[in-house]
Each structure stands twice: as C-alpha cells, then as structure tokens.
C-alpha cells in the first residue's frame, strides 16, 4: 500500500493525535498533481469561511484553499495518484456531494 491508501483507510477513524498527523501529510508532498475540491470562492474570506465551516462540522479533516485562476479552490484532499483522489471523492461522496477533482494542465 502507498501512503495515500493509509491515510483514506484511518481517515474516518481519525481520533488520536497521532492519526490526524497523519492525514494532514498530504498537505506537506510537494508532488500533489491532482486535488479533491469543495468548492471554489471568489474571495480569500469567503474560501476562510467555507474552510472552517467544514473544520466546524469534521472532526479530523483538514482543509485548505489553492488559488486557481482568480478563484480560491477550498480542498480536502491531495495526492499524486488520480486514483488516490477519486477513491477519497467517492469514500465522502455522501458528506459532500459537491466534490470534483482538479488536475492542473500540466498533469494532464
């Protein structure tokens, strides 16, 4: 198994300290091609607000924007792997059905 394949499986068991490190790795790789978006927001303060809204209502998932074009992109998940993403989408499809995966041009 990869990393990303760990961190999806202890992802809804995240309840130590330990665990929730973990899953926030994915936020440190410096080879993330692909995201698992939220939502995207036209302003900085909207995107802190959508972010924390969701932190409010997840215990252990972490969030962050990227900036896409002029829009900030609210993001739950990132990985390398396209297949890493799309199994994360589908595992919370029913928390937030709004998810999409956004892969730069330069990925694809």
């Known amino acids: 198994l990869d990393d990303t394949s760990e961190l999806i499986e202890t992802h809804?068991?995240?309840t130590s300290q330990e665990q929730i490190e973990d899953i926030a790795d994915w936020r440190q790789k410096t080879d993330i091609h692909h995201w698992v978006v939220v939502g995207s927001y036209s302003t900085i303060d909207n995107a802190q607000r959508a972010i924390a809204d969701i932190e409010?209502?997840?215990?252990?998932?972490f969030v962050t924007h990227i900036k896409l074009g002029s829009m900030f992109a609210v993001v739950i998940f990132g990985d390398h792997e396209l297949e890493s993403c799309e199994?994360?989408?589908?595992?919370?499809?029913?928390?937030f059905p709004q998810l999409?995966?956004?892969?730069?041009?330069?990925?694809k």
């Open 12 to 14: 809804d068991n995240a």
């Open 56 to 61: 409010n209502k997840q215990l252990g998932l």
């Open 87 to 95: 199994e994360f989408k589908h595992e919370h499809g029913d928390e």
């Open 100 to 107: 999409w995966i956004h892969t730069p041009k330069r990925y």
